[in-house]
C-alpha cells in the first residue's frame, strides 16, 4: 500500500498505521520506488520540496525527478543490487522546472523473504540546510562579536575608573582621618558612607578587570598538579580561615592538563565562596574529584547555609547577588569568573544544596583544551 495512504480507523494502533505517520509527519522529503524504478508513495514533504502531488507523480518513473539521465537509475540500481544504503547529494528538479540540490539517502525496502522489492529515498534541501547554517554561523559570529565587546568594555571601564576612583579614595580617607571628631556626628557618619562605598567601587573594578581578563586572555596549557593547587589555594586563605575556624580537606585530585592560573581562581572562588556563606557551625569544606569519559569531575562541598535550588543557575550570572551586600560583602562576579573558566576548559559547573543546607559546586574540565 502507497505510503501516501493512511490505514483505516480499524488499523490505528497497528504498526504499519505508526510508521505511515511518521512518514507523512516528517520534514524531509521521503519516496519509494518498485523495482522498475516507478515511483509507488511519495510524503507531503515531497510534494511541498518538489511541488508534484501524489496523484501527478506515483506510477511515473522516478528519473522524471533527477536533472541527471541516470539520476534514477543509478540510486535505483546500487541499491537493488544490494547495497544496503546509498547516501550522497544530486540535483532533483521541480515540478516547475526549478533544479533543487538535495542530499540523498537510499535504502532498499524488503519483502518478508528479505528479497528487495523497491527503494525507500529520503531527500534534504540542501539550500534550507545551508541556509540554517549560513543562520547558525551568522548567530555564533554575532555572539563572539557581542562577548568580545563587553569584555573589552569590561576591562576599558575598569581600568579607567581606576585612577579617578584611586584619587576619591585617597581624599576621602584624608578627610576622615584629619575631621574626624571635629564636625558633628552626622558628618561623620556621611563620611563613613562614602568611605565604604568607595571601597565596594574599588572591589567592584578590581572583579571586573579579573573578569574581563579571564574571557581575554590565552590558555596557558599546562600540567598542573591539583592537589598543588589546592594547597597553595588554602595557605593563601588561611588567614580568614583561621578566623572562622575552617577546615579544608582534599581527596584523590589528579594531576591535569589546564591553565593554572586560571584553575586556581576557581578553586579560590568557590572556597571563598564558603567561607562567606557559613552556617552556625565552623565551615567544613571538601575538595573531591572523580574521572569522567573524556573529562575530570571536581566537586567543592561546604556545610554552609546553603542556596535555594531555583536560584541555583542564576547564581553564576554577571552581578546576580542573593544576598544584600550589606549581609554578605561581594560584587556578584566570582561565580561568574569561574563560569568563564570552566567553559573555556571545555566543561560546565553548576550547584546543588541539600535540604539541610550545604553547597556542593560540580565542575568539569574536559581532556582537551578548545
Known amino acids: 500500500m502507497p505510503l501516501s495512504h493512511l490505514p483505516t480507523r480499524r488499523d490505528a494502533e497497528s504498526p504499519d498505521h505508526f510508521l505511515a505517520t511518521i512518514v507523512r509527519s516528517s520534514d524531509d522529503a521521503i519516496f519509494s520506488e518498485d523495482v522498475e524504478g516507478n515511483v509507488t508513495s511519495w510524503n507531503p514533504a515531497a510534494e511541498r520540496l518538489l511541488g508534484y502531488a501524489p496523484g501527478d507523480i506515483i506510477g511515473r518513473s522516478a528519473t522524471d525527478l533527477f536533472a541527471a539521465a541516470d539520476g534514477g537509475e543509478a540510486v535505483s540500481s546500487e541499491v537493488l543490487a544490494g547495497a544496503k544504503k546509498r547516501a550522497g547529494t544530486t540535483v532533483l528538479v521541480r515540478k516547475d522546472g526549478c533544479r533543487l540540490e538535495v542530499s540523498l539517502r537510499a535504502s532498499p525496502v524488503l519483502d518478508p523473504s528479505g528479497a528487495a522489492v523497491g527503494v525507500a529515498t529520503i531527500a534534504r534541501d540542501n539550500s534550507e ?59 561623620d557618619e ?45 595557605v593563601g586563605l588561611s588567614e580568614p580561615m583561621s578566623d572562622v575556624g575552617a577546615q579544608l580537606t582534599a581527596a584523590d585530585l589528579p594531576t591535569i592538563e589546564a591553565d593554572p592560573t586560571q584553575l586556581r581562581r576557581v578553586f579560590q572562588n568557590l572556597i571563598s565562596n564558603s567561607l562567606k556563606f557559613r552556617g552556625e557551625e565552623p565551615p567544613r569544606i571538601a ?84
Open 287 to 370: 575538595v573531591s574529584a572523580e574521572r569522567e569519559e573524556a573529562a575530570w569531575r571536581f566537586t567543592v562541598t561546604d556545610n554552609g547555609i546553603g542556596i535555594d535550588s531555583h536560584q541555583s543557575e542564576r547564581i553564576f550570572n554577571l552581578f546576580e547577588r542573593l544576598h544584600d551586600h550589606q549581609a554578605y560583602t561581594g560584587t556578584g562576579l566570582g561565580l561568574a569568573i569561574c563560569r568563564t573558566v570552566v567553559e573555556r576548559h571545555g566543561g560546565q559547573i553548576w550547584a546543588t544544596s541539600g535540604e539541610r543546607g550545604g553547597t556542593s559546586f560540580v565542575f568539569t574540565l574536559a581532556d582537551d583544551l578548545p
Open 129 to 187: 540546510q545551508e541556509r540554517i547554517r549560513l543562520e547558525r554561523d551568522r548567530a555564533t559570529r554575532e555572539l563572539q562579536r557581542s562577548n568580545a565587546e563587553l569584555e573589552q568594555f569590561a576591562y576599558v571601564a575598569s581600568h579607567d575608573l581606576s585612577e579617578p576612583l584611586r584619587m576619591i579614595s585617597g581624599f576621602v580617607q584624608l578627610l576622615a582621618k584629619r575631621y574626624e571628631g571635629q564636625l558633628d556626628n552626622e558628618a
Open 190 to 234: 556621611f563620611i563613613g558612607f562614602i568611605v565604604d562605598g568607595v571601597k565596594r567601587m574599588r572591589l567592584l573594578i578590581d572583579d571586573l578587570l579579573q573578569y574581563s581578563r579571564v574571557g581575554r586572555s590565552t590558555l596557558a596549557r599546562e600540567t598542573v598538579d591539583v592537589a598543588d593547587l589546592v594547597e597553595r589555594v588554602r
